[in-house]
T-cell receptor, first 116, second 114 residues
Framework: DTGVSQDPRHKITKRGQNVTFRCDPISEHNRLYWYRQTLGQGPEFLTYFQNEAQLEKSRLLSDRFSAERPKGSFSTLEIQRTEQGDSAMYLC??????????????FGQGTRLTVV | GENVEQHPSTLSVQEGDSAVIKCTYSDSASNYFPWYKQELGKRPQLIIDIRSNVGEKKDQRIAVTLNKTAKHFSLHITETQPEDSAVYFCAARLSGGSQGNLIFGKGTKLSVKP
């Protein structure tokens, strides 16, 4: 499968626990994005990487959230001390350096987080 | 920052009819406007996009129009089919600097009745 892959697909955790999600972008895509989507809403931007550099962070990304892309390939999103309001689908997307900022963003299947 | 408004939130049409979904954006620096289709439980998938230097783009039964002056863009689906039923999201991306993210509308749930 050459698409964007995310792991795990589903995660149930107790409030207060830490969780980490992984995203593997399409090979050679240098741009990687994290979004959060709740039921009935559009994806909300969280953060954006170009290669290993985190160039943009949304105000939605509180101190409990951190994202990394250490080698410019896969990325991880960690949520510390999870709260029930963190329950959502976390989507990763990637795009090529070709086409500039209008390059298509391809989404992964997402990780559905449920905080109980 | 950028804000994208999308209307209507739900749309029901008869098979064969046309469907139109409209979006407005707030930041005139936005220069890229994709439309995504998301079926239940699946990932958003790009169906068509338009850049700010183009006023209209068509791909078979799907077309997108952009009015930069009014800061709005629309998705047009003709000859709708039941498999067009899904949630459609418009989005806008700012140009310049390190801006890379897409700002999405809240989505339109399209139902095509056979």
């Amino acid at each position: 499968d050459t698409g964007v892959s995310q792991d795990p697909r589903h995660k149930i955790t107790k409030r207060g626990q830490n969780v980490t999600f992984r995203c593997d972008p399409i090979s050679e895509h240098n741009r990687l994005y994290w979004y959060r989507q709740t039921l009935g809403q559009g994806p909300e931007f969280l953060t954006y990487f170009q290669n290993e550099a985190q160039l943009e962070k949304s105000r939605l990304l509180s101190d409990r959230f951190s994202a990394e892309r250490p080698k410019g390939s896969f990325s991880t999103l960690e949520i510390q001390r999870t709260e029930q309001g963190d329950s959502a689908m976390y989507l990763c997307a990637s795009s090529s350096r070709f086409g500039g900022l209008s390059a298509e963003a391809f989404f992964g299947q997402g990780t559905r987080l449920t905080v109980v | 920052g950028e804000n994208v408004e999308q209307h209507p939130s739900t749309l029901s049409v008869q098979e064969g009819d046309s469907a139109v979904i409209k979006c407005t954006y707030s930041d005139s620096a936005s220069n890229y406007f994709p439309w995504y289709k998301q079926e239940l439980g699946k990932r958003p998938q790009l169906i068509i996009d338009i850049r700010s230097n183009v006023g209209e783009k068509k791909d078979q039964r799907i077309a997108v129009t952009l009015n930069k002056t009014a800061k709005h863009f629309s998705l047009h689906i003709t000859e709708t089919q039941p498999e067009d039923s899904a949630v459609y999201f418009c989005a806008a991306r700012l140009s310049g600097g390190s801006q890379g993210n897409l700002i999405f509308g809240k989505g339109t749930k399209l139902s095509v009745k056979p």
